[in-house]
């Protein structure tokens, strides 16, 4: 059965829901087609002992500001989980959730969204799938001979279940840094943390309101044909959270240079030396999940889909929502979200 509306919007996250906010604004008709089978989108899946960068109220979507959570600065994971719920309720957004989409095709004068649930015709689609369901793996030598277990950042929950072992983490990033803090300060965990690149941590007074308004000003400095700023890579690769900061003021957290490949037991680098581990711990970050926009063909030569704020080049009819600067200053995240989704929802009430 084919449906009929406005907008699909495919993605029923952070991005997903700031759009949907700002469609009704536009009085759109429109449908959240959600792969997961619960509120709250990648927030619900991240581990144990993550928390914001920002405070509750610096950390809010249009219309909605997240409430504090009590006994915390910095909100955690499940407090996110719970206000994109009470969000999604609040403004009675259409979310079918359990709903994959599978591909985006062109139809006659629409566009056609193919989920595993049905067809539906549109008049614009804006993606907002994010990148978690599509973590990198690194080429790595000798990575199919290592004999131990191999996880990303979206396998890794808490320090359960690695006592007594030997873990390296990988990954010079904010994940990677409080993966190795967290498995560091349970204290039954050997810990090696290898870098690509020393780590530079962001001074203890930068937090997640700090880092939009700098990534915003580097937007708006482009924009304008004036010098880079350097926006937030600048300032640092890691911000110092208070497991973080605690670690290293413990000595628990210092990093290693990268090694150069996997053995069966462990890790070796150029020059010779030998770790044993048990578990590798790959915390190398995500890639955007667009396979089902392949058969609109608008990737550009190195795989990426070149836009116009968020608006594809190649299909004025798409919009892509929260996959970082690329879509938007800051849009990868919940206080910065807010105002692409406006513009986004804006240009479709323009379309003929």
């Known amino acids: 059965m084919t449906q009929h509306t406005d907008v699909v919007v495919v993605g029923g996250g952070q991005a997903g829901l700031a759009t949907g906010y700002h469609l009704r604004r536009q009085k759109l008709d429109f449908v959240i087609l959600d792969a997961d089978p619960a509120p709250g989108g990648s927030w619900q899946h991240m581990w144990d002992s993550l928390h914001l960068f920002s405070p509750a109220e610096h950390s809010s979507l249009p219309g909605r500001l997240m409430p504090a959570q009590p006994g915390e600065t910095y909100p955690d994971a499940g407090h996110v989980v719970d206000y994109l719920s009470d969000y999604e309720k609040r403004y009675g957004l259409p979310v079918q959730h359990g709903t994959r989409v599978e591909a985006v ?26 990148t978690w369901s599509r973590p990198f793996l690194p080429t790595v030598p000798g990575r199919s001979a290592f004999t131990g277990r191999q996880l990303h950042t979206v396998n890794y929950r808490s ?75 600048s300032l640092g690769d890691i911000v110092a959270v208070p497991p973080v900061r605690a670690a290293c003021d413990a000595g628990l957290l210092s990093a290693r240079p990268m090694f150069a490949r996997l053995t069966a037991t462990g890790v070796r680098w150029a020059d010779g030396t030998h770790a044993t581990a048990e578990v590798v711990i790959w915390c190398t970050g995500f890639r955007p999940a667009l396979s089902h926009l392949a058969p609109l063909n608008l990737r550009g030569p190195r795989g990426h889909i070149p836009t116009d704020g968020t608006r594809a080049v190649g299909e004025p009819r798409l919009h892509l929502l929260g996959y970082g600067d690329w879509t938007g200053p800051a849009s990868a995240t919940l206080i910065g979200v807010g105002r692409t989704a406006r513009d986004a929802a804006r240009a479709i009430a323009q379309l003929p």
């Open 105 to 130: 095709c062109r139809g006659a004068d629409r566009l056609l969204v193919e989920a595993d649930c049905g067809t539906w015709q549109a008049r614009a689609v804006i993606s907002a799938t994010g």
């Open 159 to 233: 320090p359960a279940g690695f006592a007594g072992q030997r873990v390296v983490v990988a990954g010079g990033g904010n994940s990677g840094a409080q993966t190795a803090a967290d498995l560091a300060q349970d204290g039954q965990v050997e810990v090696t943390w290898v870098t690509r690149h020393p780590p530079r941590f962001l001074p203890d007074e930068i937090d997640g309101r700090a880092l939009f308004d700098v990534a915003t000003a580097r937007r708006r400095a482009l924009d304008a044909d004036r010098d880079d700023t350097g926006g937030v890579a």
